[in-house]
């Protein structure tokens, strides 16, 4: 393993923007806050000490599952490798930025829940990873370009745990129902 290898867990500034490079790799570039805090010993709060920011970059179906899955403010863990980008500023100046081409990037489940669709089983996995490189997955939106400043008031949260399906099903009791189904039954 690299020394340079680095694990991150931090919150996204901004929402993930999808771009692709001329020859059409799909990219996608996060900021993320990693925040350092301590427990002042007089007042029993917590404090703000310092921040860090990471410029991660992803690639390929990586880049399109974090532009269809993250926003602004999700907590995230980053692992990738770590290097320096530096620059000549405006002013001559010498700048520096910590980046990180990541190899995962997923939510940080200690502070907020995710629901994962089982996976395809057996042959159709194959057929299920090319419809996802093939076109974006039903229910999400690609941005290309600048993101809406507007959104409209009746979108469904994909993770909307709370919803209810047309049979009146809460969606965390329809994919428990979806898993028991699809189990093997148990030896036992």
């Known amino acids: 393993m ?3 290898r680095i694990t991150v867990i931090g919150n996204l500034t ?4 999808l771009r692709y490079t001329p020859t059409g790799v799909a990219v996608v570039e996060l900021t993320v806050a990693e925040n350092y805090r301590r427990l002042d010993t007089v007042s029993k709060e917590w404090r703000d000490v310092s921040r860090t920011y990471y410029r991660v970059t992803c690639w390929r179906s990586l880049a399109e599952h974090a532009a269809g899955t993250l ?3 999700h907590s ?3 692992v990738g490798r770590m290097y320096m980008d530096e620059w000549v500023g405006r002013e001559g100046e010498l700048r520096r930025t910590l980046c990180i081409e990541a190899d995962s990037v997923g ?3 200690k502070y907020s829940s995710a629901l ?3 996976r395809t089983p057996g042959p159709d996995r194959q057929a299920a990873a090319e419809d996802r490189t093939g076109r974006p997955a ?3 939106e690609v941005v290309v370009g600048e993101p809406p400043t507007d959104e409209p008031d009746d979108v469904d949260e994909p993770f909307d745990v709370d919803g209810e399906d047309v049979e009146g099903r809460s969606m965390v009791d329809r994919i428990r129902q979806e898993q028991l189904a699809t189990a093997p039954a148990s030896d036992g």
Not at 14 to 17: L, Q, S, V
């Open 14 to 17: 901004r929402k993930p923007e």
């Open 2 to 4: 690299p020394a340079n």
């Open 116 to 118: 994962v669709p089982p």
């Open 107 to 109: 939510y940080d489940l």
């Open 76 to 78: 995230v863990i980053v």
């Open 71 to 73: 926003g602004k403010g």
């Open 138 to 140: 039903s229910g999400w």
